[in-house]
């Protein structure tokens, strides 16, 4: 990739003059589609960013929102949020792309002042009978798994797709949520001129060199091989070290700002640190502690080296910020300072060094220093122009729909790698670390507790590439819907959502049409939710010789409720069955379909979803109430399948393959002692129905029409176990 000509003649027309080479690459890469967001920033205004919780919006390293206080003993409680996207090099490098993807989603939360508590992660990939996707999900599980536990962050949440377009582009979206006391907020907007800037952390070298770039183009057929130097290699221990250090100098007050060195290294960071604040800064490129003999200027400023940290440091404060780092062994170096004016850096080739020269800045006068940069930090950091891109919007398909024998349609949707247990991917994250977590990966959504404030946080994320495959628009609506009813089939109330939005090569008017409807759909269900989207992660170009991938709308979003306690997904074998919310009669976008063949609309979506939510959420904190499951991918089918246990079975009726299919969100199946009180929380909401009996049998009765068939939970959970079945 390299500057087009109009980017590189708006460049020379604010500088009046040509760039350096540092300063092009470093515009290549800031005004890249990865961090400019050149494609998409025109469309996220349709996003509603306030509410009265939200304390910081989109902009920064992550989101902040407060959090609700229970109890007479609560404290005010902030929590963090943000999302990031490690595609292209989890495809090239599944272990390294993957774990270097959570280090910088827990370092965007440090930045803030958090200490990481939550990490949900939503994946991707090709078609499940492929051997090349079995490859990149083992890689990909190995490195989150191996990266999130040895830092002590608990994976609790997340998702995993299959779909074949993304077998040439797999999709890596991690989010993380961390938590802090007001008092203790930091963001990255540079506070005074004549403040130092210090990096801490590891030291620099040469990997990921280009990233922002690489993140911003198709894959090519090669990119295995060609784009490895662009895949950053994590470090976890280091990074354990870094989280510990920042809470120290976060506790005792020696940061006035910090940003995490992600996309474009320490050029990115810095520059956009100052350019938030307004001022523009001086940086010595040779005082970089260093991993690599004779580094260039170019790559001290653009290598994407994991577990660092920049911090806006007071001048009297920065012994104490060297003497925290010496602590945790950690490399540590005064950079320069916030100045006014442009952002410059200089670097004397005749010193560049590595980490075995004294790290402390002090050295002689230098010779033969040059200015490498010298630009306008606002220009550098905000001013890449928008891409104005033609559009088509996908056409909704007619009703086609299979003859289907009842069993075989029942066993493939119940067995289909996209329905079926996931087991064999959370079991390898520690998701207990820290000892908050009380309802654990596998359930509608994970519960989280902040006993500080007496809250529990519910934590939710992922999306359906087959929902918005058939409807870009009405899928992603879905999306949101559906995360919203996780939450609430928890007890909790929807607070806060941040999103990754992927999609293909933009300039297809194809692809960026179905991008437009996943971005509005997203939105105007999340407005109609009242869930603020709070921050989020675009990745385009997400796009290789297969063809582009679905447009795939991740949310992750958090609820919270009064207490820690959720009524479970599994049945208890003593209430009667009901099915809450409106079906939406149609099977567009459904497993059954990916499964058997045909196609149809998408199914309609209710109208009024935030009262729907609401409903929800209170029935599951009845007393009454023994098990919820809300109803999503595979439809009633898969619902009922999961809710049974070798102690607790179901006898269900439902009218039709339809309504047994039907993939509508926003509804849930509810074990109750007491089913008028749920068709009175209904009541002018949406329509209840009896779907049947819980029994203490452990085996499923499920009649449609007049065919009935009868599963034990052991016959249930073979289908269900395909992927521990293929991979162990």
Request: aromatic fraction near 6%; hydrophobic fraction near 40%.
């Amino acid at each position: 990739m390299s500057l087009p000509d109009s980017d590189y003649d708006r460049i020379t027309s604010e500088l009046g003059r040509d760039p350096t080479a540092a300063e092009a690459e470093l515009f290549e890469n800031l005004w890249s589609e990865h961090c400019a967001y050149r494609s998409s920033r025109p469309l996220l205004s349709a996003f509603s960013s306030d509410g009265e919780r939200v304390v910081v919006g989109p902009g920064d390293d992550a989101a902040v929102v407060s959090l609700p206080v229970h109890g007479e003993d609560g404290e005010e409680m902030y929590i963090t949020m943000g999302i990031e996207s490690h595609n292209h090099p989890s495809y090239v490098d599944p272990y390294d792309g993957a774990a270097t993807g959570v280090g910088g989603i827990v370092r965007d939360t440090l930045s803030m002042g958090a200490y990481p508590i939550a990490l949900a992660d939503s994946l991707y990939f090709g078609a499940f009978d492929r051997e090349h996707s079995q490859y990149l999900l083992e890689g990909v599980v190995e490195g989150i798994s191996d990266y999130g536990n040895a830092i002590g962050v608990p994976t609790v949440a997340g998702s995993v797709e299959f779909h074949e377009n993304y077998e040439g582009n797999p999709l890596v979206n991690v989010a993380c949520v961390g938590l802090l006391d007001p008092d203790r907020l930091v963001t990255a907007e540079a506070q005074a001129a004549g403040n130092k800037l210090v990096l801490v952390g590891n030291s620099t070298g040469r990997d990921g060199l280009g990233g922002a770039s690489f993140a911003s183009e198709d894959l090519a057929e090669d990119a295995e091989t060609e784009d490895r130097p662009a895949v950053q290699v994590g470090d976890p221990y280091t990074e354990k070290l870094l989280i510990e250090a920042n809470e120290e100098l976060v506790e005792a007050n020696l940061v006035q700002s910090a940003r995490d060195l992600g996309a474009a290294g320490l050029g990115g960071a810095s520059s956009e640190l100052v350019a938030k604040g307004g001022f523009g800064a001086r940086i010595d490129l040779n005082r970089v502690h260093q991993r690599e003999p004779n580094m260039s200027a170019l790559e001290i400023l653009l290598a994407e080296s994991q577990e660092r940290m920049v911090y806006e440091v007071r001048p009297e404060d920065v012994e104490g910020v060297e003497e925290v780092a010496e602590k945790y062994d950690l490399g540590c170096s005064v950079i320069g300072e916030v100045a006014e004016g442009n952002y410059v850096c200089t670097f004397d080739e005749s010193e560049a060094r590595s980490d075995s020269d004294d790290p402390s800045g002090e050295r002689s006068e230098p010779r033969g220093r040059e200015t490498v940069v010298d630009v306008p930090p606002e220009f550098l950091a905000e001013g890449a122009p928008m891409n104005d891109l033609d559009s088509v919007e996908p056409e909704t398909p007619e009703r086609n729909l299979p003859d289907a024998d009842l069993r075989e349609a029942f066993e493939s949707v119940v067995a289909s790698p996209n329905t079926a247990s996931k087991r064999w991917v959370y079991r390898q994250y520690d998701h207990e670390v820290g000892l908050r977590t009380t309802v654990r990966p596998g359930d509608d959504a994970a519960v989280v507790a902040v006993r500080e404030s007496g809250t529990g946080v519910a934590v939710s994320s992922g999306a359906n590439p087959n929902w918005t495959t058939c409807a870009p628009y009405e899928g992603a609506r879905a999306v949101a819907l559906e995360n919203a009813a996780n939450l609430a089939a928890k007890g909790a109330t929807p607070l806060a959502a941040v999103d990754c939005l992927n999609g293909g090569n933009p300039e297809k008017p194809d692809v960026y049409g179905g991008f437009k409807g996943i971005v509005d759909g997203l939105a105007d269900m999340c407005r109609d939710l009242s869930v603020p989207v709070v921050g989020g992660n675009v990745s385009l170009y997400n796009d290789s010789v297969s063809g582009p991938i679905p447009p795939t709308p991740t949310l992750a979003m958090v609820g919270t409720k009064a207490g820690y306690d959720a009524p479970p997904l599994s049945l208890s074998g003593e209430g009667e069955l009901l099915v809450v919310g409106e079906a939406g009669g149609a099977l567009g976008g459904s497993e059954y379909l990916a499964q058997l063949g045909g196609s149809d609309a998408f199914p309609s979506l209710p109208e009024n979803g935030f009262d729907a939510v609401a409903a929800l959420a209170t029935v599951a904190d009845f007393d009454s109430t023994l098990a919820v499951h809300d109803v999503s991918h595979g439809g009633l089918a898969v619902s009922v399948a999961e809710m049974v246990t070798a102690e607790a079975g179901a006898d269900v009726s439902v009218d039709s393959l339809l309504a047994l299919f039907d993939e509508t969100p926003g509804r849930a199946v509810v074990e109750t002692t007491d089913g008028e009180a749920v068709r009175e929380a209904f009541d002018g909401v949406a329509p209840v129905e009896t779907l049947g009996e819980a029994t203490d049998d452990g085996r499923l009765s499920l009649t449609v029409g007049d065919e009935t068939l009868t599963y034990d939970a052991g016959e249930i959970a073979d289908l269900r176990d395909v992927l521990a079945r293929e991979l162990d």
